[in-house]
């Protein structure tokens, strides 16, 4: 019973995320989603994962989507898609209809199979994932940092001389400032 | 069909699946492109765990979904990071201003 209202208040929440107009209600029901799920990773027993998710899913994520979005504008589109409803009703439809027919009829294992335990699953049976993840993780640094770097126009002289006609345009505009201050004073 | 906490469970998944699936054919704003790709993947760690509650093996997919956990935030940052440079270039994040790109 708990298990079906938090399902049906994730799916409510998902809805809601990709049916409001605006960007950041948006974001906000999918932090909900997050949370949604991540109770539910409590409740079917994976509770190391219930805590990753709710603090990245819900947290970390949230921030980046509200960063993005106060950098790139919160702009409301029209509802209209680009392709027809039908189309983008019934393909989901019949994904979904073949994907029930797959996971509705697989039955639970029968006899529970000895579990080593989350830290040996981790770090015993799935390092090859590990390494992956830390990858994944420099790989998604790197393409952020490019990514979001000021692209500068290439310079017409050598650094060195960049830096001298700045230091003179600096000096000149003291030197102006002085002079225009002396005939003030001079006028006054 | 009877309604055991599993058939639940799979239900739910498949509801989540519908309803990113459709948004990642109907929605034309890139950013909520990437929220649809968020509930598709979330819905995908929801399938994994009950998986494992089916198979007595939680903590193998535990480990899973972690992994999935770390992919999704990267895909996430690098789709919101192009998000943002896309805005900066066309001024819009309306998809279909994307067929509009030269070279």
Known sequence: MVR???LALAIVFAIQALRTNRLLPSTLWLAGLSAMVSILFYQLGARQVAVIELSVGAGLVTVLFVFAISVAGDEALSARPLIPTLVAIGLPV??????????????????????????????????????????????????LVGLLSEGKAPLDR??????????????????????????????? | MTFTPLTIGWLGVLGLVGVALYGLLAVRNLIKLIIALQILVKAAMLALILGGEASHQVDLSQSLAATVIVADTVVAVIGLALAVQIKRYLGSLD?????NLRG
């Open chain 1, 158 to 188: 050598s650094m060195a001389e960049e830096v001298i006609a700045q230091r003179d345009r600096d000096l000149r505009a003291i030197q102006q400032r002085v002079e225009n201050s002396q005939k003030e004073r001079t006028l006054s």
């Open chain 1, 4 to 6: 079906a209202l938090l």
């Open chain 1, 94 to 143: 019949a994904a979904i209809v073949l994907l029930g027919v797959l996971a509705l009829s697989l039955s639970p294992a029968a006899s529970p199979a000895a579990e080593p335990g989350f830290t040996v699953a981790l770090w015993g049976q799935r390092g090859l994932d590990l390494i992956v993840q830390i990858v994944l993780i420099f790989a998604g640094v790197l393409g």
């Open chain 2, 95 to 99: 998809i279909r201003d994307l067929s």
